[in-house]
């Protein structure tokens, strides 16, 4: 299984909106609804954001959001905020019990 | 409130073995809902999933990996262990252990709780 394509980096500015895309195969992204985004800040442990595609779990702001068309899922993070500069990496279950992640996003707040 | 914690040795050899033990607190292994991982990241490097036990001891493996590592779980300890065996350089990163939900747990197929991580080195 290969990783799931992310671009390396992201930017905007505080207020505006970003999206960040993952890019799979129709074995793991475009076969099952089960993409999650996590959100990691320097020398932390990931923090899940997103699962089931577009699920928040308690606590997640709703400036995070998520989608999917085909083979590439989507993460958006409305409302910018200087808290959200950090790492973000894209994960689908990929079938026989299998997980793969993307590369990573570095998401800059200008 | 679920806590993961990683423990094992900081330094490896390489042609060694690496073994971490995942201790679970604040729950229960043996939960029908939920499968048990382990995910590293090299320095500077994205997240690579090495594989997941469900309590029963059934296994799945990051087919990369696949011929050099061994998940094994205990259940009367509530915890899960990571051997990857002949380990080199390219294997040094920071570890982590992950709770990940099964297709029926409120979180499915994703992981909601992990450990702090643990920085494993490969050298001599």
């Known amino acids: 299984q290969s990783a799931l394509t992310q671009p390396p980096s992201a930017s905007g500015s505080p207020g505006q909106s970003v999206t960040i895309s993952c890019t799979g195969t129709?074995?793991?992204?475009?076969?099952?609804?089960?993409v999650s985004w996590y959100q990691q800040q320097p020398g932390k442990a990931p923090k899940l954001m997103i699962y089931?595609?577009?699920k928040r779990p308690s606590g997640v702001p709703d400036r995070f959001s998520g989608s999917k068309s085909g083979n590439t899922a989507s993460l958006t993070v409305s409302g910018l905020q200087a808290e959200d500069e950090a790492d973000y990496y894209c994960s689908s279950y990929a079938g026989s019990d299998n997980v793969v992640f993307g590369g990573g996003t570095k998401l800059t707040v200008l | 409130q679920l806590q993961l914690q990683e423990s094992g040795p900081r330094l490896v050899k390489p042609s060694e073995t690496l073994s971490l033990t995942c201790t679970v607190f604040?729950?229960?292994?043996?939960?029908?809902?939920?499968?048990w991982g382990w995910i590293r990241q090299p320095p500077g490097t994205g997240l690579d999933w090495i594989g997941s036990i469900y309590y029963s001891g059934s296994t799945s493996y990051n087919p990369s990996l696949k011929s050099r590592v061994t998940i094994s779980v205990d259940t009367s300890k509530n915890q899960f262990s990571l051997n990857l065996m002949s380990v080199t350089a390219t294997d040094t990163a920071v570890y982590y252990c992950?709770?990940?939900?099964?297709?029926?747990?409120?979180?499915?197929?994703?992981?909601?709780?992990w450990g702090q991580g643990t920085l494993v080195t490969v050298s001599s």
């Open positions: 089931e595609v577009r």
């Open positions: 129709s074995s793991d992204v475009g076969g099952y609804n089960y």
């Open positions: 604040g729950g229960s292994i043996s939960s029908s809902h939920y499968y």
């Open positions: 992950a709770r990940l939900g099964g297709g029926v747990a409120p979180i499915s197929k994703a992981f909601d709780f």
